[in-house]
Each structure stands twice: as C-alpha cells, then as structure tokens.
C-alpha cells in the first residue's frame, strides 16, 4: 500500500505563500490525486485534484490562488499555494481521490498576522 507524506506547511502571513509536496512511498501515476486539508472543528475538503495528464479542478474557494500540480517520474506532487488568508489555516494532506487511503499526518498552514 502506498503512503504519501506531506511537507512545506508553516506560518505565513495572509497575502504570503506556500509550496506543498507529497512524497508517495510508490508509484501514483495512474491514480487521480487530491489534496485535502481539514480546518479546526470541520470537515476534511478536497482542496484540488489532478488527473495523471494533469487536468486540474479547484474548490471555488481557491481558485486562482492555488495550483497543484504532479511530477509521475518522481511520485511527488505539490500544491503552490498564493495570496494566502486566514480561512485556509488548515492541515492539509494529499491521497488518492476518488478512494483515499490511509492517511499520512500532513502538514500544518497557518495564515496570521
């Protein structure tokens, strides 16, 4: 089974950025990938996806602020991440997305003045 494991988050300021990655521990190229991010007391959210040609979709929310993106050759994906603001303070973790598997411990976003 493969693992991903998420890196990049930190503490920014609203307006700043952030570049995501995920190391898968196999190979995930034939898959459609999400990242998911889950804020304090709410439901976890496909924040984006990317299909293995790189078709890409957006929540509404982040639309025109992020762009995910994939490298197949090196079971690596990353979510370049724009214009930030304090609602996407969040953990944030990729998977599969259609049928996620188990999940790594992704990586924290903080957004804050």
């Known amino acids: 089974q493969v693992s991903f494991v998420e890196s990049g988050g930190g503490l920014v300021q609203p307006g700043g950025s952030l570049r995501l990655s995920c190391a898968a521990s196999g190979s995930f190229n034939i898959y459609i990938m999400a990242w998911y991010r889950q804020a304090p007391g709410k439901q976890r959210e496909v924040v984006a996806t990317v299909t293995r040609s790189g078709g890409t979709s957006y929540v509404d929310s982040v639309k025109g602020r992020f762009a995910i993106s994939r490298d197949n050759a090196k079971n690596t994906m990353y979510l370049q991440m724009n214009s930030l603001k304090p609602e996407d303070t969040a953990v944030y973790y990729c998977?599969?997305?259609?049928?996620?598997?188990?999940w790594g411990q992704g990586t924290q976003v903080t957004v804050s003045s």
């Open positions: 998977n599969y997305a259609t049928r996620p598997s188990s």
